[in-house]
């Protein structure tokens, strides 16, 4: 049973980091590419940030490029997403997901890749 937990939202203030963590089990870690998505209220879930199973590439959405990174620590079969200069317009639930396959070559940020979710973590940003 795969089991995605994420960790670390929160309340900041415009400008503010945080550091969301999701700690996997149930699959063979280091073998799959992890990926981090994001809903607002009201809209769908888009795609924020992905890393390939050796952490070796990474993608990211225009809007978060340059203020977010994405690591993972396949020791600790967790992969990070650190939020720097944090906007409004961040807030939203944060849900880690990782890839239905493993080896994957190509990363990719559509939703229908990913097999299983976290429960998602609250990151509020207030102005």
């Known amino acids: 049973q795969v089991q995605l937990v994420e960790s670390g939202g929160g309340l900041v203030q415009a400008g503010g980091s945080l550091r969301l963590s999701c700690a996997a089990s149930?699959?063979?870690?280091?073998?799959?590419?992890m990926a981090w998505f994001r809903q607002a209220p009201g809209k769908e879930r888009e795609f924020v940030a992905v890393?390939?199973?050796?952490?070796?590439?990474?993608y990211y959405a225009d809007s978060v490029k340059g203020r977010f990174t994405i690591s993972r620590d396949n020791a600790k079969n967790t992969v990070y997403l650190q939020m720097n200069s944090l906007k409004p317009e961040d807030t939203a639930v944060y849900y880690c997901?990782?890839?239905?396959?493993?080896?994957?070559?190509?990363?990719?940020?559509?939703?229908?890749?990913?097999?299983?979710w976290g429960q998602g973590t609250q990151v509020t940003v207030s102005s």
């Open positions: 997901a990782v890839d239905s396959a493993p080896y994957r070559f190509a990363i990719r940020s559509a939703l229908a890749a990913y097999d299983y």
């Open positions: 149930g699959r063979t870690f280091s073998a799959y590419t």
């Open positions: 890393i390939n199973w050796s952490g070796g590439m990474t």
